[in-house]
């Protein structure tokens, strides 16, 4: 039986776009077990993407989150405003791609299970994620606080996730430009 809330300590947010849970203590270790009970959480959930939010709620001024994503899933490229972003690989392979603001992609990286297994966007970049193997797990680190309907921004020139098709052939060019080295 899968209970994060024992191994520890945390509370899930019901609130939250994602399955998400929030750290109840202030000295947390993750191990591999710790993120083989998310990726069996998430499993159980319909293969939803899932993260266990190091800091102890939205407020907080650094967030720290271990972050399960899964390739199937299209994640719409956004900036923070005057927010960074770094992501470390725990488990899997992730390209991530930095956007000129007309977007044309500025830089992109495969990140994980290589020499390569960190990456940053630095303040008021347009970045994306796209797995590359079926699930990824990474440690995402950037400033709070959470500013819910305030905190990403998306751009016109990237398809919303209404249209499913038109996402995955998005998706698909830019894993076509990280794969073609353009």
């Known amino acids: 039986m899968v209970n994060l ?7 899930q947010d019901r609130a939250a776009r994602s399955l998400s849970y929030y750290c109840t203590e202030d ?27 190091l800091h102890s709620g939205p407020d907080d001024s650094f967030h720290e989150a271990i972050i399960l994503q899964y390739r199937k899933h299209y994640y719409r490229p956004h900036i923070h405003p005057n927010k960074g972003e770094s992501c470390h690989i725990i488990r899997g392979q992730l390209c991530f791609f930095v ?17 390569s297994v960190m990456y940053r966007a630095g303040v008021d ?27 990403s921004v998306f751009p016109h020139w990237a398809p919303d996730s209404l249209d499913p098709k038109e996402s995955r052939r998005y998706m698909d060019h830019l894993l076509a430009l990280a794969e073609d080295g353009k």
């Open 5 to 11: 809330a024992q191994e520890i300590g945390v509370i």
């Open 99 to 115: 956007f000129n603001d007309d977007g044309t992609v500025a830089d992109k990286r495969v990140v994980g299970e290589s020499d």
């Open 27 to 53: 000295i947390v270790g993750i191990d591999d077990g710790i993120v083989e009970q998310l990726l069996q959480v998430s499993t159980k959930n319909d293969y939803c993407d899932a993260r266990i939010c």
């Open 125 to 151: 970049r347009w970045h994306t994620v796209i797995p590359v193997t079926d699930f990824v797990v990474y440690h995402e680190s950037k400033p709070g606080p959470y500013l819910r309907n305030r905190d």
